[in-house]
């Protein structure tokens, strides 16, 4: 509402100079002075009346628009009318401009920053210089098993139940530094690394918590220690059998021809271990870094289990076990050939290790429009679920007891040559039933060509 003072200030300085200069022409006009003056008079009256009238809805304007800015639209401008009042009505609007301005920058950068913040796959929680929260992304509502709405403007020590974490967080607010620290959290032990960075000029967002999941460091941690101790353990293994081997030939302790040949093929047969670990190892580092050379070409997958059930025939027979391949063909893709073998037959040679005496294995290849399958199944006792997820590790061979033969190199192969072709492989193992092996390929090659 417009302060009366100032209109009438205003206006009562406009008449008053008005009615002045009227006084004015009516000395010089002599006798006609007085009904000159009363004219004066009432014209000046009637001037003030109408500058009072258009000063007052021009400033009532302004009001009225101030009181809109006080919401978050910003939108309220004053009329700018003709009056001695235009050029503050014009002013005030200019800057309503400008803030208007601002405020829709200042509103999209927010909604910028929130929006990377929620994207983000680390944990991350705002919270005032009295803890509470004021912002949680989805991953820290995952982390702390809370809902968004129970969380916000609450001590942060209420959603996250751990006194070392909101320990962290008033170290950072109290030092202004940052602060970091690895610990467990939850039921389920979690490993957590937490960052609590204090933020000058944040606001209300005095502190920002990061939480990473170091689950999965740990876990390629783990892989990295066993992948060590399995190669220091294959390696060692045939080269103390061959270390043995000749200390026994080099003191004399075989008399005749026939055990020195038995002992050369002994030495031999380590060798030949040897050669073939460090020739996998070599293999899984060419896919693996992608410098393979794959040659693509139309191949029907009926024909490379065929190809591949024959290479181990000798050795299925051996152990009793049958391979059942599909009936047909029909199922092309275009793929390296070679690559294809191999993994049909690292699958099935997998298959032939852990099936029983008179199991089968079957095999299935189906073509749909983009992607051909081909399943692997044997009649073994399965697979536990705690290593399904870990069976295309390298030298991971499960159960040590029933792990006979190969170097554990095989399925890591298999994993890195279907990826190589732009394909998935998956191991799935219901209870009693077996494990199935699934190779899942694009019908058209997507891979490198070389």
Partial sequence: MTHPLIIRGVLVGIAGAVAGGVAGLAVAAGGLGWLVA???????????????????????????AAASLRGTALSGR???????????????????DR?????????????????????????????????????????????????????????????????????????????????????????GRVPLRAVAVPIPGGGDWAILLVLNDLTEVQRTDHVRRDFLSNVSHELRTPLASIRALVETLE?????????????????RQQTDRLTALVNELLDLSRIESGVIELKPE???????????????QTRAETEGVTIEGPGSGGAIV??????????????LDNAIK????????????????????????????????????RVFERFYK?????????????????????????????????????????VSLPRRFVGTRR
């Fill in 38 to 64: 009363a004219v004066a008079l009432v014209a000046a009256a009637g001037f003030g009346a109408i500058l009072m009238s258009g000063a007052s809805a021009s400033l009532r304007s302004v009001a009225d």
């Fill in 78 to 96: 004053a009329n700018i009318g003709s009056g001695p009042t235009a050029t503050l009505v014009a002013n005030f609007n200019a800057m309503a």
């Fill in 99 to 187: 803030a208007e301005l601002a405020f829709s920058t200042m509103s999209a950068e927010h909604a910028r920053v929130e929006a990377v913040l929620e994207a983000a796959t680390d944990a991350m929680i705002a919270v005032t210089p009295t803890t509470e929260v004021r912002f949680l992304n989805a991953a820290a509502l995952d982390v702390l098993g809370i809902s968004r709405q129970a969380a916000i403007g609450r001590p942060f020590i209420e959603s996250a139940r751990d006194y070392e974490l909101d320990a962290l967080v008033k170290r950072a607010n109290s030092t202004g530094n940052p602060e970091t620290s690895v610990i467990t959290y939850g039921p």
């Fill in 251 to 267: 003191a004399g302790a075989v008399e005749t021809a026939e055990e020195q040949g038995e002992f050369l093929s002994r030495i």
């Fill in 298 to 312: 139309l191949v029907d997958l009926a024909d490379i289990v065929a190809e591949a059930a024959t290479l181990l």
């Fill in 334 to 347: 275009e793929a390296d050939r070679a690559s294809l073998l191999r993994i049909v037959s690292n699958l």
């Fill in 354 to 389: 852990y099936s029983p005496s008179g199991g089968t294995i079957h095999v299935a290849a189906t073509a749909g429009e983009q992607v051909a399958t081909l399943d692997v199944a044997d009649e073994g006792e399965g697979i536990p679920d705690q290593d399904i997820s």
């Fill in 398 to 438: 499960g159960d040590a007891s029933r792990a006979t033969g190969g170097v554990g190199l095989g399925l890591a192969i298999v994993k890195h040559l279907v990826r190589a072709h732009g394909g998935t492989v998956e191991a799935s193992s219901p209870p009693g039933k077996g494990a199935t092996f699934t």
